[in-house]
């Protein structure tokens, strides 16, 4: 299923915005190749290789600033991080493992990276 991007999904930071957008454009092209049907195995392990690259360099990244603030929320939402890293292993279908990757991040905005929002933009991350 696409995902369409929403203001909800904001969390006012404009780096992380943008990586989680980059995130889910790479689930829609899976989705988009699986679709159209022609999709040879070596196209999809590709992009499946470049999804779970990126969603580590995405949660790294929030990591590293956890890090450097002293968040006081780290430790849970590391643990959150941790659950995709280790589930998304175990997944080998490339639709299973757009529509987890999908599903998991945009619950992920919603209940978890909103609540560092405040605590970033207070310490000034652009
Ligand atoms: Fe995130
Ligand atoms: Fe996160």
């Known amino acids: 299923m696409k995902f369409i991007w929403d ?3 904001s969390v006012g930071i404009k780096s992380i915005d943008h990586q989680h957008q ?24 590709k992009i499946i290789r470049e999804l779970f690259a990126y ?23 590391i643990a959150a991080h941790d659950f995709f890293r280790q589930k998304v292993k175990q997944l080998h279908d490339a639709t299973e493992i757009a529509d987890f990757a ?7 905005i919603l209940a978890v990276d909103q609540k560092f929002s405040q605590f970033f933009i207070v310490h000034d991350l652009k």
């Open 102 to 108: 999908r599903d998991w991040l945009s619950g992920h």
């Open 55 to 77: 969603a580590e360099d995405h949660m790294t990244f929030e990591e590293k600033y956890f890090k450097e603030f002293n968040y006081p929320d780290a430790q849970t939402h």
């Open 22 to 45: 980059k995130f889910f454009e790479i689930c829609n092209e899976i989705d988009f190749l699986i679709h159209r049907g022609q999709t040879d195995q070596n196209s999809l392990n």
């Open 7 to 9: 203001a909800k999904y």
